[in-house]
Each structure stands twice: as structure tokens, then as C-alpha cells.
């Protein structure tokens, strides 16, 4: 009878302890170099153009500017930054369309391209491995790394 008392109550108590959505991330960052083995890149300069459900949205420009490469997953640090929770009313329940269109300031110019995501949770999950640990709130990344485009 304790087992299966215990064992509802577990199950009654699991859901309070799953983490929430809070916000959902999107970063995108046109360059020239090698993240792999530098510790900085260098941007692309050009025109990025922000479509949500197939609606402009917004227009940055992109300057060039030294960017640093983060963590053990090499991540470029963004040029263009969109968090959903304060795009408004173009968000609608369900699936959303995202979409970057970008023109570099010198079209003949090859660099790469990269487009990460990730969601924003309301708790934060800890990894603790001898002599190391990491801390993060954010879950479902994912990176989209496109080389030799041009304009």
C-alpha cells in the first residue's frame, strides 16, 4: 500500500516539477572566419530583414564588428538578436514562420551564416561533472551553420 501511495504521489507531484516555456530565442549572425579554432570572428555588414508568419517585421542593419565565439559549443556571439516575447500581436498560438532575409554590403563576398534557437525555460537545469559544472536555462537549441554564401 506505501508503494502505491508512494508512487501517486510522485505521479500527483510531477507536474509542478516540469519547467515552463517562458520565451523562445532566435539569434542570427552573418561572418567570415573560424569558430572552430578562433576566438573571434568578424562580422558581415550588410541588411538583415525580419519576416514572422510571412509579415515584415523589422530591418537591422548588421555592422562589422569583431564578434567572440562562446563556450564549448562555439557559439557566435549575435548580430541580430529576436526574442519572441516582445515581437506582440505578430505571435499567434500554434506554429509560428520565422524568416531572415540578409544582403551583405559587397554581394561578392563569401561568408557563412549562422541561425540558433533555443527556448526559454523558467527554471534552470544544472550538469555537475567532476572539476566542472554548467548551468542553463535554456532548452531545444538548435544551430543552422551555412557556409559559402554570397550575396
Known sequence: MR??????????????????????????TPFVGEPAKAE???SIPGKATIFINNLPFAEQEVRE???PVLFEEREIA??????????????????NKIRIEFTPNDGAKPYRAQFRWAS??????????????RSTNQADEGVDDRKDLKG
Open 120 to 133: 526559454v525555460m523558467d527554471t534552470a537545469t544544472e550538469e555537475v561533472e567532476p572539476g566542472a559544472g
Open 65 to 67: 564588428e569583431e564578434l
Open 40 to 42: 573571434k570572428v568578424k
Open 78 to 95: 549575435a548580430a541580430l538578436w529576436i526574442p519572441m516575447s516582445s515581437v506582440g500581436q505578430v505571435v499567434r498560438k500554434g506554429k
Open 3 to 28: 508503494k502505491i501511495a508512494g508512487t501517486l504521489l510522485f505521479l500527483l507531484l510531477l507536474p509542478l516539477a516540469r519547467a515552463d516555456v517562458i520565451n523562445v530565442e532566435f539569434k542570427f
